[in-house]
């Protein structure tokens, strides 16, 4: 985060739940190099609105070292959800809106495989959905219905083990589902897979 208040803030509120290992770094070459020493198990980032565009691809790279990342946005206005939406991430806070328990809560989800987003910002992309669909029929990706039952759970922000329970199989066969669900939408994760399916209308774009 570039401002030292709010990363005293977050330091804070990162100690009273009890998360005790914590590096720091102002940027990706930085977080680079301590992940060649150590690995981590999830990034907490930020950057200034105009710059949200530009840290896909290192993004993409962060993912692909198996780090799940929480993003930390400036608001849930509209452009800043234009600007966030194709990010590779598993997890969105919004920072007026930051509080001890939603990082925890946040936290403890994508510890999960579950997504994380909170309901300000869903309710703007749902809304960003709708204007850019209209009619637009959907795009023909071959789901089997077992695969589209996942899909649906994925959104309702269901981890693998909550899937598992809900459609009665194994949770094995249920993080397969998921992974398969994920390739078929060329999502790296389940963020950009929920994304991708509304935009492209395999989910239903309800607030």
């Known amino acids: ?3 030292e208040v709010a990363r005293f803030g977050l330091r804070t509120m990162l100690a009273s739940i009890n998360v005790r290992h914590l590096i720091e770094a102002d940027s990706f070459e930085e977080l680079a190099e301590h992940l060649q020493r150590a690995p981590v198990d999830v990034l907490i980032m930020s950057c200034p609105g105009q710059d949200v565009a530009q840290q896909e691809e290192p993004l993409r790279e962060i993912s692909a070292m198996n ?3 929480l993003f930390l ?4 206005s509209q452009h800043m ?20 328990n939603a990082l925890a809560d946040a936290l403890r989800r994508i510890s999960d495989g579950e997504l994380s987003m909170p309901s300000t910002l869903a309710r703007e992309l749902l809304s960003q959905v709708r204007e850019r669909n209209g009619a637009k029929a959907p795009r023909p990706v071959s789901l089997t219905p077992r695969e589209q039952q996942v899909l649906s ?9 909550q899937i598992a329970r809900r459609l009665s199989i194994s949770e094995h066969g249920a993080k ?6 994920l390739a078929k939408l060329n999502s790296p994760n389940r963020t950009l897979a ?3 399916a509304l935009k492209e209308g395999l989910l239903p774009p309800q607030a």
Request: aromatic share 2%.
């Open 81 to 100: 959800v234009i600007r966030a939406a194709s990010l590779p991430v598993d997890g969105f806070l919004v920072q007026p809106e930051l509080t001890r």
């Open 1 to 3: 985060m570039p401002n």
């Open 153 to 161: 759970l994925v959104g309702d922000g269901l981890s693998n083990k």
């Open 73 to 76: 946005l400036e608001s849930a």
């Open 67 to 69: 780090v799940k990342v």
């Open 194 to 196: 929920v994304v991708t």
């Open 176 to 181: 397969r589902h998921v992974a398969n669900v």
